[in-house]
């Protein structure tokens, strides 16, 4: 697997003042590959998956994607990368329909979402404002949003937050289907039994 | 070009749903205006003579006023992320999203300057030159607006840090724009000062997105 690395991460460090959140942190991810991030609160979880997605600098090492350091990619490479972070990226005084056709758009897809949306039980929503939804109802819209982007590296942060048990499944059935189909995902989460697949990768922060 | 339309046709809906935001740099603007003759007191012709440069001045405040706007909001709620992330250039992006906040924030503005200026008793035929000075120095002043905005988007409280760096930046717009106005209502011609302006636009277009997109990626980091 190791040949056909597409993300890897070499001698990774990230220090707070004199506080050492990690350090001689290596991996290598390929195709087909889920990895686990897990860890007690405030072990850099968050911090690491900014790193890869190329949003934060690591105190030394680095990370690549086919390549190239991950903050350094060009544009057309930068599609095959999505980030769904703590804050859902949702416009407050546009509908759901609005917020995912300029996600679609920013993502050159055209894809339509309908079918998305019903999958995730928001087809009634569409046309509400983004302001008006339930904190596991913006969760779902992220969802949509991270599925439409075609991306082919998943980086997930605390993906399941709000999220009620029929979310929690459809997002695992998603991320598996995902993997199982190619992709790569690394998911930060303090549930990872719920992840959890034969040969998932384990990122363990103290 | 489709991430420009998508990001500035974004915005601009997301400004129109707001729109009560939108009026708050323009009524600034005119209780400022409305407050000097008070102060000062003056004689016509004196009211006539300081109308420019009070009403650069205070079209340079106001126009502060909304550059919160600008990044705040993306960063607040992640969408600057996802913007940084996506596959559209983040030059691009920038851009998209100065040319809508100048259009819903310094156009009104340069709107309402004319008739501002028409109460300051000064000369109708020096009018389209003043409006024509306004609308050459706005893509600098948006781009300036921009920069401290994006510098500034990694702090909490940014509001007041911004306008001490813009301000001074903004110097020699305030001194070919009242230079053209003075020039008109002179009777002279004002072509100097407004190649100028028309200089100093092309050269903060063209290189303030650039500036702009590093400073984001940083205030982010």
Known sequence: ??????????????WRGEHCLFEQLHFDLGPEQLALLVGPNGSGKTTLLRILAGLALPTSGGVTWKGIAVHELAPEDRADVAYR??????????????????????????????????????DKAAHMRARNLSAGQR?????????????????????????DSEGRALLVAWTREHVAGGGIAVVATHQPDEFAT??????ELQ | MSAFHAVFARDLRVAFRRWSELAHPLIFFLIVVALFPLALSPTTQQLREVGTGVLWVAALLSSLLSLDGLFRSDADDGSLEQLLLSPAPMTITVLA?????ALVTLLPLICLVPVTAWSYNMPSAALPTMALALLLAAPTLS??????????????RGGSIVGLLVLPLTGPLLIFGTRATDLSINGEPPTAPLLFLAALAVLAVSLGPVAIAAAVKVGLE
Request: hydrophobic fraction near 55%.
């Open chain 2, 97 to 101: 999203k100065v040319a809508a906040h």
């Open chain 1, 1 to 14: 697997m190791t040949d056909g690395a597409l993300l890897r991460g070499r001698e990774l460090a990230v």
């Open chain 1, 139 to 163: 969760r779902r819209v992220s969802l949509a949003m991270l599925r439409l982007s075609g991306a082919k590296l998943w980086l997930l942060d605390e993906p399941t937050t709000n999220l």
């Open chain 2, 143 to 156: 781009v300036f607006i921009a920069l401290g905005a994006a510098l500034t988007v990694g702090l909490r």
């Open chain 1, 198 to 203: 034969r040969g998932a990768l384990m990122i």
């Open chain 1, 85 to 122: 972070g703590h804050l859902e990226a949702l416009k407050r005084d546009l509908t759901v329909a609005e917020n995912l056709a300029f996600h679609a758009s920013l993502w050159g897809r055209k894809t339509k979402f309908d079918a998305i949306l019903a999958e995730l039980k928001l």
